[in-house]
């Protein structure tokens, strides 16, 4: 049973071209994010989403638009692909933060690797 | 300025020893404190969560945290070669929205046989 999972593993694409990375958990979480992990290891948050709704948006290109279509799923759309664009993505989810009183444990999807040639 | 600096390593111990994994943040206000293991190739994997001064043991594994500070810290006993991977501090950070966690670096630690 996978908690949370992404699709693809891998990605290989030229810049300029527009790409799509998907994102599930069956966790039952309410809350869900989209990090980037550079070549350096250096992972930093790009969006979240509880039940559906955007709660943190970074300061990240608005080539990246993230969509939640239900509160089990995430996706990541990339349009005008470019050579930083290269690195793992990891979308992850948690509970509710306010039903815990506090931040929750973040389960953490297997990652994206996405490489623009 | 929102910053979780952690020393890069690599750090290296014998198996059987303590390893010991520090980081300090930069708000003492801030209430929750985590410690992920990432192997290489492999996601990060919660290792240890603490949200009150002192210590919290789990098996192997010891979080310290002393607010006063801003330090938190990780020590593994009995270091296995499976302990070899990289260690991520996040802390969430005072006002910060909750679940919004800021990363360290990360530590690299190396347990030879």
């Known amino acids: 049973d996978t908690a949370v999972s992404q699709t693809p593993k891998y990605l290989v694409t030229q810049m300029g071209n527009d790409k799509s990375i998907k994102c599930e958990q069956n966790?039952?979480?309410?809350?869900m994010y989209w990090y980037k992990q550079d070549s350096k290891k250096f992972l930093k948050i790009m969006f979240s989403y509880n039940n559906k709704e955007l709660i943190i948006n970074e300061t990240v290109p608005n080539r990246f638009s993230p969509k939640s279509p239900d509160k089990a799923h995430l996706n990541l759309h990339i349009n005008s692909l470019e050579l930083g664009d290269s690195a793992v993505y990891f979308c992850?989810?948690?509970?509710?933060?306010?039903?815990?009183?506090?931040?929750?444990?973040?389960?953490f999807g297997p990652g994206t690797r996405l490489t623009v040639l | 300025q929102k910053e979780v600096e952690q020393n890069s390593g690599p750090l290296s111990v014998p198996e059987g020893a303590i390893a010991s994994l520090n980081c300090t943040y930069s708000d003492r206000g801030s209430q929750s404190f985590f410690w992920y293991r990432q192997y290489s190739g492999k996601s990060p994997e919660l290792i240890m969560s603490i949200y009150s001064n002192g210590d919290k043991e789990d098996g192997r594994f010891t979080a310290q945290l002393n607010k006063a500070s801003q330090y938190v810290s990780l020590l593994i006993r009995d270091s296995q070669p499976s302990d070899s991977a990289t260690y991520l501090c996040a802390v969430n950070f005072r006002g910060s929205t909750l679940g919004r966690l800021y990363f360290g670096r990360g530590t690299q630690l190396t347990v030879w046989p």
């Open positions: 966790l039952g979480h309410d809350t």
């Open positions: 992850a989810s948690s509970q509710d933060a306010p039903l815990t009183g506090g931040t929750d444990t973040q389960y």
